[in-house]
């Protein structure tokens, strides 16, 4: 078993989920995530619930903190802020060196990307605290703004962009 974090647009659901191969290819089973001894965090407030077994469609996942094998090697990393639901998540995302946006012919497949060095914090409530976790996997596809030093923008669709000092992308 290994522990998660799977945060969500109402709250956050601790447990345990089965120990897969890669948990990138997990996510991408189009399976519901099965998480074992299941605590639910509410963000609206009142206290903590343990649910026992729950079932998570990855649609609803934002951001999922777990262990992870699954670390590109000799990738280059580039630090991102991004706003996904009621959270910022900042980071580092890899790319492989050499990567240039303009001309990739590669494009991130799936819904999730993973990054590394994470915080995860409530938009606009600093005085709720952050999570630190070393991974975690974001669903793509919920971001909505994104800040960062390159042009990001097949990673994320949909997303508004700003270059790293704030400013609007052209």
Known sequence: MQQIEAFTAGGVLSGAVARLAGMRDGLEAAKPVNVD???WYPIAGGAAERRGRVNIEQDDLLVLCAET????????????????G????????????????????????GQFVLLRDVRVELLGH???????RP??????????????????GFYFPGARFLTAAGRPLA
Do not use: K, Q
């Open 86 to 109: 009621p959270y910022r998540i900042t980071g580092e995302l890899p790319t492989m060196p050499g990567f240039d946006p303009g001309r990739a012919l590669s494009r991130p497949g």
């Open 69 to 84: 094998e699954d670390l590109p090697i000799h990738a280059t990393w580039h630090p991102v802020e991004l706003d996904a």
């Open 37 to 39: 001894r299941a605590i």
């Open 135 to 152: 991974h975690a996997f974001v669903n793509r596809y919920a971001v909505e703004r994104v800040s960062a030093d390159i042009e990001l």
């Open 126 to 132: 600093p005085e709720g605290g952050r999570v630190e």
